[in-house]
């Protein structure tokens, strides 16, 4: 069985963040927090799920690259202020909510977080997905060729797309190992 492109992992943990999202969200609701409608993550998730998947990974890699150091040290405090810039593609009004901001600060009436911190750590950990995702098909969409040079065959890429991104770097910090076929 072949493994799915990484276009098509991306679309299903997409999927499956919206999906944590309206839990997390139908949380936060019956706790008396009515910031977030469920329904309108529902919404969403309806609408990504019909969305191409190969401009909805060109769309995440464009708004979100520069904050990938972020999202890799756990910062909720990017969440908090600059995780809307990343999905400004989805069929929501995100000047007027940031489902983010909200679930990672609301507190009950005993000033304990309504999201647990077992659930913010999925919330990561569908985002460290996400980059190492885009990582792998930046590296693939390149494509590797075997260069020959005085010290033996050295990998390069056959095309400079997204040319700020450094996918070695990156595959480093977040130990990926990029396949090279040829």
């Known amino acids: 069985?072949?493994?799915?492109?990484?276009?098509?992992?991306?679309?299903?943990n997409i999927l499956d963040l919206t999906d944590l999202i309206h839990e997390l969200?139908?949380?936060?609701?019956?706790?008396?927090?009515?910031?977030?409608?469920?329904?309108?993550?529902?919404?969403?998730?309806g609408y990504l799920a019909n969305y191409d998947s190969v401009d909805l990974i060109n769309t995440f890699i464009r708004y979100s690259?520069?904050?990938?150091?972020?999202?890799?040290d756990r910062n909720e405090d990017f969440f908090i202020?600059?995780?809307?810039?990343?999905?400004?593609?989805?069929?929501?009004k995100i000047d007027k909510i940031n489902a983010f901001k909200i679930l990672f600060t609301t507190v009950d009436e005993n000033d304990k977080y309504i999201i647990i911190t077992e659930d913010r750590n999925a919330v990561w950990e569908i985002f460290d997905s996400l980059v190492k995702i885009c990582i792998?098909?930046?590296?693939?969409?390149?494509?590797?060729?075997?260069?020959?040079?005085?010290?033996?065959?050295?990998?390069?890429?056959?095309?400079?797309?997204?040319?700020?991104?450094?996918?070695?770097?990156?595959?480093?910090?977040?130990?990926?190992?990029?396949?090279?076929?040829v």
């Open 1 to 12: 069985m072949e493994k799915p492109s990484e276009e098509e992992r991306f679309l299903t």
């Open 136 to 181: 792998k098909y930046i590296h693939k969409i390149r494509g590797v060729v075997l260069k020959p040079t005085d010290k033996g065959l050295r990998p390069v890429y056959k095309k400079n797309l997204y040319p700020k991104i450094k996918v070695r770097e990156l595959a480093y910090i977040w130990k990926i190992i990029l396949p090279i076929t």
């Open 81 to 92: 202020n600059h995780a809307n810039e990343i999905f400004v593609h989805l069929p929501i």
């Open 25 to 45: 969200s139908s949380i936060c609701w019956e706790a008396g927090c009515n910031e977030i409608n469920p329904s309108l993550i529902a919404f969403a998730r």
């Open 65 to 72: 690259n520069m904050y990938w150091h972020e999202i890799k």
